[in-house]
């Protein structure tokens, strides 16, 4: 399964872009589905995750209020739409995908925002936001 990220840009501070991540396979879902960053010198770091079966969000902090996770089913993608973006959005977005069923463990603390809960990563696409 490979997942397609695309929607990155150069943007002013204070605009809007939507992301969107594509699955190859159209038999593939995943039982949640998400997006992480990576800025310059820094390590990957979560930014929300939908559960697909009920739609359920998950945000980091520092993207609530201004970011909004969603999915369509039908075209088996996930968006990402964020708003209000700052410099500090800046970073390479990567989507993701956990094909293991979930479990008291997911949900538990912050154990959905752990890499190694998900199991097909994308291969980026670049936001960058100039102030």
């Known amino acids: 399964v490979q997942l397609q990220a695309s929607g990155g840009g150069l943007l002013q501070a204070g605009g809007s872009l939507r992301l969107s991540c594509a699955a190859s396979?159209?038999?593939?879902?995943?039982?949640?589905r998400g997006w992480f960053r990576q800025a310059p010198g820094k390590e990957r770091e979560f930014v929300s995750s939908i559960t697909w079966s009920d739609a359920s969000t998950r945000y980091a902090d520092s993207v609530k209020g201004r970011f909004t996770i969603s999915r369509d089913v039908a075209k088996n993608t996930v968006y990402l739409e964020m708003n209000s973006l700052k410099p500090e959005d800046t970073a390479i977005y990567y989507c993701?995908?956990?094909?293991?069923?979930?479990?008291?463990?997911?949900?538990?603390?912050?154990?959905?925002?752990?890499?190694?809960?998900?199991?097909?990563w994308g291969q980026g696409t670049l936001v960058t936001v100039s102030s």
């Open positions: 396979e159209h038999t593939f879902i995943g039982y949640s």
């Open positions: 993701t995908a956990r094909a293991r069923p979930l479990g008291i463990t997911y949900f538990s603390g912050t154990n959905y925002a752990k890499e190694e809960e998900y199991d097909y």
